[in-house]
Nanobody
Framework: QVHLVESGGGSVQPGGSLRLSCAAS????????VSWYRQAPGNQREWVAT??????PNYLDSVKGRFTISRDNDVTVHLQMNSLKPEETATYYC?????????WGQGTQVIVSS
């Protein structure tokens, strides 16, 4: 089975930064796109960013210029989040969109508050 594990979440002040990581159990980011989503309590899960296997990123408009998705290799993807806002408090998930469907991690909590 494919396993995805997010890490790097935590509590930061508004304007602070966090670097999230998504580690896969096997090499796959060279084959399938990887996405980041977030979900705040009581809200729908929201798409944040995607990177294709050839390295092309796409972002939610509200995070452009502040968030950056990147890959170290075929098993690790990061989401650098700068200038965080309180409304971006959420659980952040990574997802692989494979030919067999989506694979989700369990999420990592991000809290942005004073």
């Amino acid at each position: 089975q494919v396993h995805l594990v997010e890490s790097g979440g935590g509590s930061v002040q508004p304007g602070g930064s966090l670097r999230l990581s998504c580690a896969a159990s096997e090499s796959m980011f060279d084959r399938w796109s990887v996405s980041w989503y977030r979900q705040a309590p009581g809200n729908q899960r929201e798409w944040v960013a995607t990177e294709t296997p050839n390295g092309n990123p796409n972002y939610l408009d509200s995070v452009k210029g502040r968030f950056t998705i990147s890959r170290d290799n075929d098993v690790t993807v990061h989401l650098q989040m700068n200038s965080l806002k309180p409304e971006e408090t959420a659980t952040y998930y990574c997802k692989i969109n494979s030919s067999l469907g989506g694979y989700w991690g369990q999420g990592t909590q991000v809290i942005v508050s004073s």
